[in-house]
């Protein structure tokens, strides 16, 4: 989510909360008379009529401009707190050539995956670049049967890091592997 909108957020449920805040202190004054002493003039009853707002030539066009508002207003409120968690492309640092290198991520952790996944000791990888809170991730995803060897796993998930870390600019990214390790391996077939 963006600062703006938690900015947006916050101001929201503060203003919110004491407007609430206000009414129950006044309907509380109003029932006990403590905003009668503090308020003299407070009527012992509210009385509307309906008619003469609703009755207006214009309140039917303003209803629909109000209504129209609210509904635009919350449509993108729940559409900026939508997770978006994907990441575009980043800047490569610049070389000698004046210009502006860009790299998209996705199809170098799809590589990195699959050249993870070609392992022996690597039942599948998948990979993929998330926006985790404000940070750029590359995920690894790993699966590996039960008999095999963490230690040796996880230097192959560190060369391909490093590996990766050779084509996408790593100050800009950081790294995630999941392991998850199968209940049971898979019975092949025997041989005799």
């Known amino acids: 989510m963006r600062r703006s909108v938690l900015a947006f957020d916050r101001v929201l449920v503060l203003l919110l909360g004491l407007l609430l805040i206000a009414v129950g202190v006044a309907a509380v004054g109003w029932q006990t008379g403590f905003l009668e002493s503090a308020w003299p003039d407070v009527p012992d009853e509210v009385a509307v ?6 009755g207006a030539s214009s309140f039917p066009a303003l209803a629909g401009l109000v209504g129209a508002a609210l509904v635009v207003l919350g449509l993108w409120w729940l559409l900026a707190h939508l997770p978006r968690r994907s990441v575009g ?43 985790d809170r404000g940070e750029r991730v590359v995920r690894l995803r790993v699966t590996v049967d039960p008999d095999a060897d963490l230690g040796t796993v996880v230097a192959a998930c560190d060369g391909v890091l490093a590996d990766l870390a050779h084509v996408l600019p790593a100050d800009q990214l950081r790294s995630r592997v999941e392991l998850s390790v199968l209940r049971r391996g898979e019975v092949g077939p025997r041989v005799q």
Not at 102 to 125: G, K
């Open 89 to 131: 492309s980043l800047r490569l640092p610049s070389g000698i050539q004046p210009g502006r290198l860009i790299v998209e991520p996705v199809p170098a952790v799809a590589t990195a995956a699959e050249v993870l996944a070609d392992d022996p000791l690597i039942r599948s990888a998948r990979g993929a670049v998330l926006a």
């Open 49 to 54: 009529d309906p008619e003469q707002v609703t």
